[in-house]
């Protein structure tokens, strides 16, 4: 029994529907929710769709101040999005699945009532902390942007197919150089996405480390390597880069800058608070979505 959901008396629910499916599910929940006891904030442009009561559409920013508990619906594309924002209020979410991967949504649509019952009226759950990046832009010794990343920041030029040249310091000392189509600066949380796709190292979940993953290098020497989740990372850009650049943070948020500008990528002091169910196992996740075949 988790002593935790005792406190769940107000529950945020949150994410962005593709369509009318999805908006169904929104309505189901927040009726399912109110008829157990809950007082629901739903977020506000699905409320105002979905023509709830006045008392039930909320920002974001009102969800995080208010509630206990935020129910995320759809894939991981609306966690990320909405964990950004909710992170910095310390608050847990769970997902309900309307994606096609699902590495940070949990519950299954089909079973979704039985699984928020489990979850919230018996307490059958646990939290697990998850860091995120904080990426900031430097000019002039003055810091001019700064943005957060669940699963990893990317530096890229703006525009496709330039290739960049940098240096890469971690905690102020020189780590290498490189000319590459960007870098890929993930998380252990995203070292199951872009980092994947380019080669990265899985890293579960619990790990504390970061993962730098090279972007189509120029030499065949680069690798990607693991740091110490703590470190410093700074990127400084050779002169002669004339094209705009951008840091990516999770594919959602930009930050342009040019090559006089400083990189930093550190930990962020906010943390994502994900809920589980008891029977969570991430090997069985990472199994399922990557397709590993059982021998038995």
């Known amino acids: 029994m988790n002593e935790l959901h005792n406190s769940f008396k107000i529950i945020g629910l949150a994410g962005k529907p593709r369509n009318d499916v999805n908006l169904q599910m929104h309505k189901n929940v927040y009726h399912w929710l109110t008829e157990h006891g809950y007082q629901v904030l739903v977020e506000k442009e699905v409320a105002e769709k979905l023509e709830l009561p006045e ?5 974001l ?3 995080g101040q208010l509630a206990q508990l935020v129910i995320v619906i759809g894939g991981d594309g609306n966690m990320l999005g909405r964990a950004r924002i909710l992170a910095k209020y310390n608050i847990p979410l769970i997902g309900i699945n309307r994606g096609n991967l699902g590495f940070l949504t949990d519950i299954d649509p089909k079973n979704a009532y039985a699984q928020l019952e489990a979850c919230l009226e018996r ?3 646990f ?3 998850r860091f ?3 990426a900031k832009i430097e000019r002039n010794g003055e810091i001019v942007a700064k943005g957060n990343a669940i699963n990893e920041a990317v530096i890229h030029p703006a525009k496709i197919a330039h290739m960049i040249d940098f240096h890469v310091y971690i905690n102020d000392k020189f780590t290498f150089s490189q000319r590459s189509d960007g870098l890929i600066v993930s998380t252990p949380t ?3 996405a872009y980092s994947l796709s380019a080669g990265g190292p899985i890293l579960t979940p619990n790990l504390n480390a970061i993962a730098l993953v090279p972007m189509f290098p120029h030499t065949l020497s680069s690798r990607p390597l693991v740091i110490d989740g703590d470190s410093k990372i700074s990127i400084r850009f050779a002169e002669h880069n004339t094209s705009q650049l951008e840091v990516g943070c999770d594919s959602q948020i930009a930050l342009d800058f ?7 990528i550190e930990k962020s002091e906010h943390k994502l608070r994900l809920l589980h169910l008891k029977n969570y196992n991430y090997y069985n996740v990472l199994s399922t979505k990557l397709g590993w075949l059982k021998n038995f």
């Open 127 to 129: 939290v697990e902390e």
């Open 55 to 59: 008392h039930a559409p909320a920002t």
């Open 61 to 63: 920013e009102q969800i």
């Open 123 to 125: 307490g059958e759950f």
């Open 190 to 192: 995203g070292s199951t």
């Open 132 to 134: 995120l990046l904080e």
């Open 258 to 264: 040019s090559p006089d500008d400083v990189v930093h």
